[in-house]
């Protein structure tokens, strides 16, 4: 008896750790741009022929999107990409794919190949869409997620993008803000709609909502944001204190894509076996800081390789070194090196560390050799959310992007459209 007990314990045991096994390889989709595995860097996803784009789509049109992504443990995978519908708030929406799909559900990623020349060796994937097997039949929110083909709950990667109508007529003035006290630090919008070729609106003001972002920048958009006045089929948004963004500061920025050569802001540049690590200039703080305009990408990066030429395969994976002197640690929040590179993500592998010798913040990321932009970002424990101004300071005369994002859901509409998405650059009136 004593020894059959031994036996079904066993079995217990094994049942035990066969189920947590199963359920931790298990990963839960985000409806976010995430990365799910430590192997998969530079994932970018922009319209075709310009990589600096932002992820947007016109419905029933010739546009097209290009996915592109490492995977660095160098064997090459046979993965499969879905599509999800989602509302305004990216939450999927309640509708069956073949609402939103015109062709299949899946299609697979066929496009891949290895770099040469590279110390660090990985594979190179691209994926075009829309294409023979994907196609859209509605606007709105988007999420694609690349898994492997034979087991759809091992993600590697989310992606946000979005399809519009582009329906209405969207007018967008970027000022400084009226009110006194927000005029050196912000700026203010004032955005109008013209609604008049839009049909089904009988509640403009439950029916039309308005997300603006600052350079794409989900984390931090304005939402639902009601309009002011409505004027024979005009939607107005004017207001002293809904419409106001901090301006922040012009982006940081190094460039990696030569190991031979110093470029602005790299210290130094070292061999250590096997990899090239790139050390930049200490940074200062900016807060207090005067402020100059640079031009920067707003926070994006591309990639480039000054000795090769084809990039995508030949541009090596280095170490950059970042350093920031602080006097004291923040004990309210963490510091993240942010930006399009880590996916504007506050996670342990771009959070940085205090060095109470030195005084100083410092980590390294492994980054793929190209330009890049970067801001400090303070992330309160509480609150979780970032903030730029504490290491960046804010200034009105800063360049940023505004992308205005216009949702509307029809009266007994079973999903949310995407009428109209519209930019506007603070500089370029």
């Given at each position: 008896m004593g020894r059959k007990r031994k036996i079904n314990g066993k079995i217990v045991l094994s049942i035990v750790f066969l189920l947590v096994t199963l359920y931790s390889s298990a990963v839960q989709l985000r409806y976010d741009d995430y990365v799910y595995e430590d192997s998969i860097k530079t994932v970018l996803l922009f319209?075709?022929?310009?990589?600096?784009s932002y992820p947007v789509l016109?419905?029933?049109s010739g546009d097209k999107l290009v996915l592109m992504f490492d995977d660095l443990t160098g064997n090459a995978r046979n993965l499969s990409v879905k599509f999800v519908h989602c509302d305004e708030n990216w939450k999927p929406s309640n509708i069956s794919t073949m609402d939103y799909m015109t062709t299949f559900e899946v299609d697979n990623i066929t496009d891949y190949d290895y770099s040469f020349n590279t110390l660090m060796y990985y594979v190179h994937y691209k994926y075009e869409f829309p294409n023979d097997n994907i196609g859209f039949k509605i606007s709105g929110n988007y999420v694609l997620y690349v898994y492997e083909s034979d087991n759809e709950d091992k993600i590697l990667l989310s992606k946000r993008f979005v399809i519009t109508e582009d329906m209405i007529k969207v007018n967008i003035r970027v000022k400084t803000p009226e009110l006194p006290m927000y005029r050196k630090n912000y700026q203010e919008l004032y955005v109008n709609l013209d609604i008049s070729s839009l049909s089904g609106v009988t509640s403009p003001m439950d029916q039309i909502k308005l997300y603006i972002l600052q350079n794409n920048r989900w984390k931090t958009l304005h939402k639902n944001i009601k309009p002011y006045s409505i004027q024979d089929k005009k939607l107005i948004y004017r207001y002293d204190d809904k419409l106001l963004f901090k301006?922040?500061?012009?982006?940081?920025?190094?460039n990696t894509k030569t190991t031979r050569f110093l470029s602005q802001h790299i210290a130094t540049i070292r061999y250590e076996k096997p990899?090239?690590?790139?050390?930049?200039?200490p940074d200062p703080v900016k807060k207090y800081k005067q402020y100059l305009y640079e031009k920067d990408l707003n926070g994006k990066y591309y990639i480039d390789v000054q000795d090769g030429n084809n990039p995508e395969l030949e541009a090596d994976y280095v170490y950059v070194h970042f350093y920031l002197p602080y006097d004291v640690p923040l004990l309210t929040g963490d510091l993240y090196i942010s930006g399009e590179m880590t996916n504007w993500q506050y996670t342990d592998e771009n959070k940085l560390k205090y060095d109470y010798e030195h005084k100083a913040y410092y980590t390294s990321l492994l980054l793929k050799q190209g330009f890049y932009n970067y801001h400090y970002t303070f992330v309160d424990k509480q609150t979780g959310k970032p903030d730029d101004t504490l290491i960046e300071?804010?200034?009105?005369?800063?360049?940023?992007?505004?992308?205005v994002y216009v949702y509307f859901r029809p009266a007994g509409g079973r999903y949310t459209r995407l009428v109209a998405v519209s930019k506007a650059n603070s500089l370029k009136q």
């Open positions: 319209q075709k022929g310009n990589s600096l016109r419905l029933n301006g922040n500061n012009e982006f940081r920025y190094f990899y090239y690590h790139f050390y930049l200039y300071g804010s200034y009105n005369d800063t360049e940023n992007d505004y992308l």
